[in-house]
């Protein structure tokens, strides 16, 4: 009985591709909760806080998307 490796490799990848989704939304949300909170706190008329902290809690999760996919790929080769 022995284990293919290369099978469990495979579903690791899909794993990991699994859940991207999962940590870009919670990524956003996170950052979405914390500008409207500071929002709260800090009134202002145009609700910036959310806005800018919307925007680079995308970025942030574009840029750990981006660092999964190439560890992945790195994976893959060897």
Known sequence: ???DPNRKKKGNKWL????????????????AY???????????????YVK???IAGVAVAIYNVNRQVQEINKSDDE
């Open 1 to 3: 009985m022995s284990s």
């Open 52 to 54: 800018t902290l919307v």
């Open 16 to 31: 990991a591709l699994i859940n991207i989704p999962i940590q870009m939304g919670v990524i956003v949300f996170v950052f």
């Open 34 to 48: 914390a500008g409207k909170w500071l929002d709260e706190k800090y009134p202002n008329e145009n609700n910036i």
